[in-house]
């Protein structure tokens, strides 16, 4: 069975920098698709960041782009979010998600992925 954790939420201040982790297990790792998808109160579901299935590719929300850090320890079966320069805007519930069958087209899209983390809160003050 899949299961993914997230952790290292917390309340910063704008400009700080804070590093997100998710840990998977239950899966072949190097097989899977793995992003990264926040959801503020009252928006929907986004796509912040990526990796393809084959790990060869990154992908990143405009928004966070220059600014954010995708990376991933196989060995560990980790992902992690780097995020820097944090601003009022990105404070939402963070969440990791994994996918073995989603197609390079439809990285963005929440409904690709199978296996969701609880999320971790991510708040940033003005």
């Not at 998808?37 to 928004?63: I, W």
């Given at each position: 069975?899949?299961?993914?954790?997230?952790?290292?939420?917390?309340?910063?201040?704008?400009?700080?920098?804070?590093?997100?982790?998710?840990?998977?297990?239950?899966?072949?790792?190097?097989?899977?698709?793995?992003?990264?998808?926040?959801?503020?109160?009252?928006?929907e579901?986004?796509?912040v960041?990526?990796f393809?299935?084959?790990?060869?590719?990154?992908?990143?929300?405009?928004?966070?782009?220059?600014?954010?850090?995708?990376?991933?320890?196989?060995?560990?079966?980790?992902?992690?979010?780097?995020a820097?320069?944090?601003?009022p805007?990105?404070?939402?519930?963070?969440?990791?998600?994994?996918?073995?069958t989603?197609?390079q087209?439809?990285?963005?899209?929440?409904?690709?992925?199978?296996?969701?983390?609880?999320?971790?809160q991510?708040?940033?003050?003005?």
């Amino acid at each position: 069975q899949v299961h993914l954790v997230e952790s290292g939420g917390k309340l910063v201040q704008t400009g700080d920098s804070l590093r997100l982790s998710c840990a998977a297990s239950g899966l072949t790792f190097n097989r899977y698709a793995v992003a990264w998808f926040r959801q503020a109160p009252g928006k929907e579901r986004e796509y912040v960041s990526g990796f393809s299935r084959t790990g060869g590719y990154t992908y990143y929300a405009d928004s966070v782009k220059g600014r954010f850090t995708i990376s991933r320890d196989n060995v560990k079966n980790m992902v992690y979010l780097q995020a820097n320069n944090l601003l009022p805007g990105d404070t939402a519930v963070y969440y990791c998600a994994a996918s073995s069958t989603v197609i390079q087209s439809a990285l963005r899209s929440p409904r690709s992925y199978a296996h969701w983390g609880q999320g971790t809160q991510v708040t940033v003050s003005s």
